[in-house]
């Protein structure tokens, strides 16, 4: 059932975004159990190998919908007979190739895009061989990119890591060593209260302007908000507005019954269950900005538990390729699993609104021991 879930390749949307190319590669949990089988490679217009990366090395994210393992790679590929010939002129590569090496016939899926060289035999690599199929371009719209189902079905859309962005909207306070402060206020070397009560410094801070044009494109960069006194207890002190996919801290028995554990940490856009929280396309602009730490944490946002930046491989690619060069100079170590591990543990999808429906039916608070 391994695919290739998504394309995001050059165009003149890509280079114009901040978002990186990227290609999604999608397993299911048993699949992930023997990841170190599964490579993906590009190949150029010779049939000679450009990228070849064993999904092992990568660190995934987890599909909060349906429990999937989603690799992100960055990497340079599209129809480079439109920009320049061949690898060494235009930089991309021409076609693409999802291999399990567990199988007899291993070569899951092989494309070329769009016009130019096309039905390209792989000289080299996990495909070597195997000839190429065509696809169509994305259509000529800016913010699309190709995009699979499951069963293999087409539904090219706006990109999906756009809205997977963890961040904070401006105005929001956050608390430091020197009280309550607009998130856009603060600086690297800042001091903000984690979970523990410690006072942390913050390592850097990102943001990134959203305008009219972008929300009309990609309506997953509109935000969640969340109304004042919408998690129980009076939380958030103030409407809290945040990125759909950034996280909030839920601290509960329900979550400890439904998961095991007493502090999960559930995505804004799973919280619209409850009174008081939605997708807020009243907005006409937006400016979201990232907090990261030396490692993942729960800071405090209008006075409600909520994570900082996890620079997951989702993340990374949805900032800037600037930002991203900045965040990979402070953090080398982000290239390791090691560096991604969770504040707090993360369930899957299904887990997440379970937890929530039950708290909606018992009207129970969200953040109990807060």
């Known amino acids: 059932m391994a695919w290739i879930s998504e394309i995001h390749y050059l165009n003149t949307y890509a280079s114009s975004s901040g978002v990186a190319e990227y290609v999604e590669i999608t397993l299911t949990p048993a699949e992930f159990a023997r990841a170190n089988d599964f490579q993906f490679a590009t190949y150029q217009t010779t049939g000679e190998t450009s990228t070849v990366v064993s999904l092992s090395t990568l660190t995934p994210v987890i599909d909060p919908n349906n429990g999937y393992y989603v690799y992100s790679v960055t990497v340079r590929t599209t129809d480079p007979d439109s920009i320049g010939g061949n690898l060494g002129s235009g930089g991309e590569a021409e076609a693409m190739a999802l291999v399990d090496n567990s199988l007899a016939s291993p070569v899951l899926q092989f494309f070329d895009i769009g016009g130019g060289t096309t039905a390209i035999t792989a000289t080299d690599g996990p495909a070597a061989g195997q000839t190429s199929t065509n696809i169509p371009a ?27 962005t963890i961040c904070f909207c401006d105005g929001t ?4 060593g020197e009280g309550m402060r607009p998130v856009e206020d603060l600086s690297a070397g800042d001091r903000v209260r984690n979970f523990a009560g410690e006072f942390i410094a913050l390592k850097w801070i990102g943001g990134r302007v959203i305008n009219g044009a972008d929300l009309a494109r990609n309506p997953k960069l509109y935000p969640v908000r969340i109304m004042a006194g919408a998690l129980g207890k009076g ?12 996280r909030i801290l839920i601290d509960s028995k329900i979550a400890e019954r439904v ?13 619209t269950e409850l009174p008081g929280v939605f997708v807020d396309t009243t907005v ?16 405090f946002a209008e006075g409600a538990a909520s994570e ?3 620079t997951g491989p989702e993340a ?10 900045e965040i990979l100079g402070l953090f080398p170590g982000l290239n390791t699993s090691a560096a991604r591990t969770s504040a707090r543990f993360i369930p899957v999808g299904k887990l997440q609104k379970r937890i929530i429906a039950r708290h909606a039916k018992n009207d129970q608070p969200l953040q109990v021991m807060i």
Do not use: C, W
Request: overall charge positive; cysteine-free.
């Open 138 to 164: 994305a259509p000529a719209r800016d913010g699309n990119s190709i995009q699979f189902t499951k069963t293999g079905n087409r539904i090219d859309g706006t990109l999906t890591q756009g809205g997977a």
């Open 173 to 176: 306070l956050i608390e430091t």
């Open 235 to 246: 939380l958030p002190q103030r409407d809290l507005l945040v990125s759909r996919q950034h």
């Open 259 to 271: 998961t095991g554990r007493r502090e999960v940490l559930v995505a804004a856009i799973k919280l």
């Open 284 to 299: 006409t602009q937006v400016r979201y900005f990232h907090l990261l730490f030396d490692r993942h944490e729960i800071i």
């Open 308 to 310: 900082s930046l996890f």
């Open 316 to 325: 990374l690619n949805a900032v800037s390729p600037e930002a991203r060069e």
